[in-house]
């Protein structure tokens, strides 16, 4: 989930790219450095670990782990303790039966061939053998939340930066931050639908080349698609967005009557601006993976001109 807080600068600018590369070898990958992040220290007051010492040095040991991986491009397992492993139980358990109903076709299916179950943290080389396998898409684990530009970025590399710590014990149900229930339950198992890993990875492209007021737009555009969109799949409206489908109560809003759900409209939703605090008022809904990938490229495109 992006962060209007950030200030990291992004070390994958460069503009040369071609929007018909969609494999992308090992040998092509720019290197995990120069990378900033949010201070680990300066935890935010609603945080419901700030207060935690404990849990401060647990999580700063896991996000030690994604700096590992910049300098070695080796994922390591984390062994997640009996607490941790209660929390992710108590979640996947909530979200089960609500997804059942709103979640998209191919979400529940893809969480199934990713073998994503409520009784254990999935790990993330686990998930990252599979998604190369049936989308060329790949996870990068990192120690916490990257600037829009930066994050945005590496999705051009077919690249999804992902936090490995869990939330805290004492509100399962609530994060302020990305976690490993937000990354592993809400975004991984889209990146396994072509359609969508071509989607975001058109957003990468434009992020590199894109002016600040074009990243602004970007960045409204992840928000409606990737974190809260909406697909209608059979005459029915699903949650395929990940803020959606990793929250209990987002994702209970987003079918309630206090959200217009709007049709998609790509002017519409790059200009229109949202608050990450409160529970989402408007909605957009595509028809398609393949029309928001079509869309999204011509208007990626349209940053040449």
């Known amino acids: 989930m992006l ?24 040998e092509d990958m720019p290197a995990f450095e120069d990378m900033e992040f949010e201070d680990l220290e300066q935890m935010h007051l609603d945080h419901p670990g700030a207060n935690d010492e404990e849990y401060r040095t647990r999580r700063d040991y896991i996000a030690s782990l994604g700096k590992k991986f910049r300098q070695t491009g080796v994922i390591t397992d984390v062994e997640y303790t009996a607490e941790e492993q209660s ?5 996947a358990a909530q979200l089960e039966e609500i997804q059942s109903r709103r979640a998209s076709q191919f979400y529940l299916e893809a969480k199934k061939n990713l073998q994503i179950s409520n009784e254990r943290i999935p790990q993330l080389t686990e998930m990252n053998r599979r998604l190369g396998e049936l989308s060329g898409f790949r996870l990068a684990p990192i120690e916490g939340l990257v600037e829009t530009r930066g994050f945005l970025s590496w999705l051009s590399y077919r690249t999804m930066l992902c936090t490995q710590y869990i939330r805290h014990h004492s509100r399962p149900d609530y994060t302020p931050e990305p976690d490993i229930v937000h990354e592993a339950i809400g975004h991984i198992p889209m990146f396994t639908n072509t359609e969508f890993a071509d989607f975001s990875q058109f957003i990468g492209h434009g992020a590199r080349v894109a002016s600040d007021r074009q990243i ?13 969109g909406l697909i209608e799949e059979k005459g029915e409206l699903k949650a395929y967005g990940a803020g959606l489908l990793s929250s209990f109560g987002e994702l209970e809003h987003a079918f309630s009557d206090r959200v217009e759900r709007r049709e998609f409209d790509l002017e519409t939703v790059i200009n229109h601006d949202f608050t990450y605090s ?8 595509v028809p398609s993976y393949k029309f928001l990938k079509d869309v999204t490229r011509k208007y990626i495109e349209s940053f040449a001109g």
Request: net charge negative; no cysteine.
């Open 87 to 91: 929390v992710w139980q108590f979640v």
């Open 278 to 285: 409160d529970m989402q008022p408007v909605l957009y809904v």
């Open 216 to 228: 602004e737009e970007l960045g409204r555009l992840y928000w409606f698609t990737v974190e809260f």
């Open 3 to 26: 962060s209007e807080t950030l200030t990291a600068e992004t070390a994958t600018s460069e503009a040369d790219f071609s929007l018909s590369k969609t494999r992308i070898k090992d």
